[in-house]
């Protein structure tokens, strides 16, 4: 059959709105040197076994003359694997299919280092920005909303009074959307799920490889189990992470409560929670094998990348903490787990909140677009022109727009120093 690319559009679509917003605010000097935080990194999808290459092929053969996807290469030589990832051909078994298909200029983003350069600008305009500040309960007053903040290190609370609140707190946004008491978060849930990478500590490995190197998901494994050899770069300095590996707890957050999933739950959301308990046994299997695995195991799945990986040049890291969303649906399933990013905003467009996982900090401009459409749709006329200058292609889908898709390309190329 016919492979469906409509979500990778999407995704890169969304990506562009992000690159454009970010050469916005770097020609404007609000944001600082890209480079600490943006930085070129091929993107590699790679297959193994007549399946999957077969698979790959086909996606690539959709993809190629999609405007948004420029330049990408397809080959199943194994010259050429071995040329463009050195570390994953050593000691490969060239007798399986293998092949990859790849674009030269995809990049390595570092959120944590774009999220201080965004709160520094903010500071520098004189915003406050008050840390270790807790939200622990949000209550409507009249058309705004008390916002009740709990100092981490005193312990004092205080209120705060908002015409508008996004709630962007990660896997908190359910418990938080759930004490505002909107009706338009009845019967959503969250499912936590907690993740590992193997970090590599040899050097001479780490500079050997410089991609992202994407594999395909077990067969029935939920699209968050695609496991990647991955170059990063941090602070500057290069790094090699493989994973990730899923772990399970009922925290929202890495610092959050063990009671986190029991206080969500809702007379209201059960019946979607049990629903999803029961449909999704792929997920549920593949969480119990991932929970299984010790070190000795996970070794062996980086090995389908890396066959000559030695145990002593990795050590496991605690990656971050991710909660899925379950959705409210119709009999007979009562619910959905959902794998992308989830609005719920109320009527009166006065509170909105992002839940999910990924794709999440790359999408973020497109989302906040979204939040800004749904809250303040009377405005937006008179916003448009603003929103235009800052992101170009807004309000139209670049895939349909060529040239000005070459044309933003180009521009966020040179502004975020990416080209060559």
């Not at 076994?49 to 080959?75: H, I, T």
């Not at 299984?292 to 605690?318: C, F, G, H, N």
């Not at 008179?382 to 309000?395: D, V």
């Not at 727009?401 to 180009?410: I, K, S």
Request: aromatic share 10%; proline share 5%; net charge neutral.
């Amino acid at each position: 059959g016919k492979i469906d690319v409509s979500k990778a559009v999407g995704v890169n679509e969304k990506f562009q709105v992000s690159r454009q917003f970010w050469s916005h605010l770097v020609e404007n000097d609000i944001l600082g040197e890209p480079s600490e935080w943006i930085n070129r990194v091929p993107h590699v999808s790679f297959a193994q076994g007549m399946d999957q290459v077969d698979y790959l092929k086909a996606r690539y053969e959709a993809l190629k003359d999609n405007p948004l996807f420029p330049n990408m290469k397809f080959s199943d030589s194994e010259t050429k694997f071995r040329e463009f990832l050195p570390l994953m051909a050593e000691g490969r078994d060239f007798n399986t299919p293998t092949a990859i298909s790849w674009f030269e200029e995809g990049t390595d983003i570092n959120y944590g280092a774009l999220t201080r350069q965004y709160v520094d600008a903010l500071t520098a305009e004189g915003v406050e920005v008050r840390y270790g500040s807790e939200v622990v309960n949000l209550k409507r007053d009249g058309a705004k909303w008390k916002v009740s903040v709990k100092n981490r290190h005193t312990g004092d609370t205080s209120v705060v009074t908002a015409n508008f609140v996004f709630v962007g707190a990660g896997g908190m946004a359910l418990p938080l959307l759930q004490k505002a008491g909107i009706p338009e978060i009845k019967g959503y849930g969250g499912f936590p799920v907690s993740g590992q990478w193997l970090r590599c500590t040899n050097e001479e490995l780490i500079e050997k490889h410089a991609a992202k190197v994407y594999g395909k998901a077990s067969v029935g494994a939920p699209p968050m189990s695609v496991p990647h050899l991955d170059t990063r770069v941090i602070d500057g300095k290069k790094g090699l992470l493989f994973g990730p590996y899923a772990g399970w707890t009922p925290k929202f957050l890495k610092s959050g409560s063990f009671l986190d999933l029991f206080k969500s739950l809702r007379p209201g959301n059960l019946p979607s929670m049990i629903g999803v308990g029961l449909q999704e046994f792929g997920l549920t299997k593949y969480l119990v094998e991932e929970l299984l695995k010790d070190q000795t195991a996970k070794m062996e799945s980086l090995r389908e990348y890396m066959p000559e990986a030695k145990d002593e040049d990795w050590e496991l890291v605690i990656a971050g903490q991710r909660v899925q969303v379950i959705k409210p649906i119709g009999a007979p399933k009562f619910g959905s787990l959902e794998f992308g990013t989830t609005l719920i905003n109320s009527n009166d467009g006065s509170i909105a909140g992002l839940m999910g996982a990924s794709p999440g900090a790359s999408i973020a401009p497109a989302a906040m677009l979204e939040v800004l459409e749904r809250c303040f749709g009377g405005r937006m006329a008179e916003w448009a022109p603003k929103l235009r200058e800052m992101i170009p292609s807004y309000g139209q889908r670049l895939v349909k727009n060529e040239a000005l898709f070459q044309e933003q390309w180009d521009r966020s190329q040179k502004a975020l120093k990416l080209a060559k």
